[in-house]
């Protein structure tokens, strides 16, 4: 894979994502076909529905410019033109000295602090993804309201190789991760089942498991583990203080109903959400009456919110 291959897959003209797959230094022979194989999965997910979508994958140095360098100047280009989202995918290995958090490049490091200087101009809706170990510390970092933020890992400590990165590539389209069915897999779904599959990994082999997950996207800087949602993610909607929320409602290979909604449209169904969760989270405190009354007119926006988006 060259150092910027470019995918696009024109579609809908109403979404307009960017996803950068950043595939750090395989270190051993070993981990390289694993990091091309994740790769290609994020990459086919994406394409699946043929959405307005650009991937910017990165793999060796070319010529006399870094990783780092070229990173660099991809997110620059994003705070100039930003995108309705923005993707961040770290695809390798982390480490972490108790000074600096890392993602290991060809060449230089990419340190938490660097990547959360490159993404304060961007102005779009952003979620990082860091699949390597020693991860935990980018939530510290990068945290922020409304940015989502997943590591592998919840602890400097977890310097073990890092599985979930496979596990996630495996959960973002498909109906597997779908766990409320409505058609497709939310970035929280797929954090949900991937989260589980390494589990069930480190279960079945009768090892202890040395990573967890961990997502963040309400700015608190602490994230969340899987097992402090319920089984289907359900908790997201009735518990502000739990992170999930903005990651239910970001998704990769979207269903055909989410595809049609203009940035406006989502923008403004994303606000209702966060209003229908805050109403269920107040449900025990309200009359039943009062609550209804409340309920009904967010209900009824939804609904004509997708009816009124624009389709052929």
């Given at each position: 894979?060259?150092?910027?291959?470019?995918?696009?897959?024109?579609?809908?003209?109403?979404?307009?994502?960017?996803?950068?797959?950043?595939?750090?230094?395989?270190?051993?022979?070993?981990?390289?076909?694993?990091?091309?194989?994740?790769?290609?999965?994020?990459?086919?997910?994406?394409?699946?529905?043929?959405?307005?979508?650009?991937?910017?994958?990165?793999?060796?140095t070319v010529d006399s410019l870094?990783?780092?360098?070229?990173?660099?100047?991809?997110?620059?280009?994003?705070?100039?033109?930003?995108?309705?989202?923005?993707?961040?995918?770290?695809?390798?290995?982390?480490?972490?000295?108790?000074?600096?958090?890392?993602?290991?490049?060809?060449?230089?490091?990419?340190?938490?602090?660097?990547?959360?200087?490159?993404?304060?101009?961007?102005?779009?809706?952003?979620?990082?993804?860091?699949?390597?170990?020693?991860?935990?510390?980018?939530?510290?970092?990068?945290?922020?309201?409304?940015?989502?933020?997943?590591?592998?890992?919840?602890?400097?400590?977890?310097?073990?190789?890092?599985?979930?990165?496979?596990?996630?590539?495996?959960?973002?389209?498909?109906?597997?991760?779908?766990?409320?069915?409505?058609?497709?897999t939310s970035l929280l779904e797929?954090?949900?089942?991937?989260?589980?599959?390494?589990?069930?990994?480190?279960?079945?082999?009768?090892?202890?498991?040395?990573?967890?997950?961990?997502?963040?996207?309400?700015?608190?800087?602490?994230?969340?583990?899987?097992?402090?949602?319920?089984?289907?993610?359900?908790?997201?909607?009735?518990?502000?203080?739990?992170?999930g929320l903005v990651a239910s409602?970001?998704?990769?290979?979207?269903?055909?109903?989410?595809?049609?909604?203009?940035?406006?449209?989502?923008?403004?169904?994303?606000?209702?959400?966060?209003?229908?969760?805050?109403?269920?989270?107040?449900?025990?405190?309200?009359?039943?009456?009062?609550?209804?009354?409340?309920?009904?007119?967010?209900?009824?926006?939804?609904?004509?919110?997708?009816?009124?988006?624009?389709?052929?």
């Amino acid at each position: 894979m060259c150092a910027a291959a470019w995918l696009c897959a024109f579609g809908s003209p109403t979404r307009a994502d960017v996803v950068i797959l950043v595939i750090g230094a395989a270190g051993e022979p070993t981990y390289e076909p694993l990091f091309a194989e994740w790769t290609s999965r994020w990459e086919s997910a994406a394409a699946e529905h043929h959405d307005v979508i650009t991937i910017h994958a990165f793999a060796d140095t070319v010529d006399s410019l870094t990783q780092l360098t070229m990173l660099e100047a991809d997110l620059a280009r994003q705070a100039g033109s930003p995108p309705d989202r923005l993707w961040i995918v770290l695809i390798g290995h982390g480490t972490d000295d108790g000074r600096a958090a890392k993602f290991n490049l060809e060449g230089a490091d990419l340190t938490a602090e660097q990547l959360n200087g490159w993404l304060e101009p961007i102005v779009c809706p952003t979620a990082v993804i860091h699949c390597g170990a020693a991860s935990s510390r980018f939530v510290d970092f990068l945290s922020q309201p409304g940015r989502v933020v997943i590591t592998a890992t919840r602890s400097p400590s977890e310097v073990n190789f890092a599985r979930f990165g496979e596990a996630l590539s495996t959960s973002l389209a498909g109906t597997e991760g779908d766990f409320d069915k409505d058609g497709q897999t939310s970035l929280l779904e797929a954090f949900l089942r991937a989260s589980r599959l390494t589990r069930q990994f480190y279960d079945g082999d009768g090892r202890l498991a040395t990573e967890h997950a961990l997502i963040d996207d309400n700015g608190d800087g602490r994230g969340t583990s899987a097992d402090e949602f319920s089984e289907h993610g359900h908790l997201v909607q009735t518990d502000p203080e739990l992170d999930g929320l903005v990651a239910s409602q970001w998704c990769l290979a979207p269903a055909d109903e989410e595809r049609w909604l203009t940035a406006e449209l989502r923008e403004r169904r994303d606000q209702l959400e966060t209003a229908l969760r805050d109403l269920r989270a107040r449900e025990a405190e309200m009359d039943e009456e009062a609550y209804y009354a409340e309920l009904e007119p967010l209900l009824l926006e939804i609904a004509e919110l997708y009816e009124s988006s624009d389709r052929e």
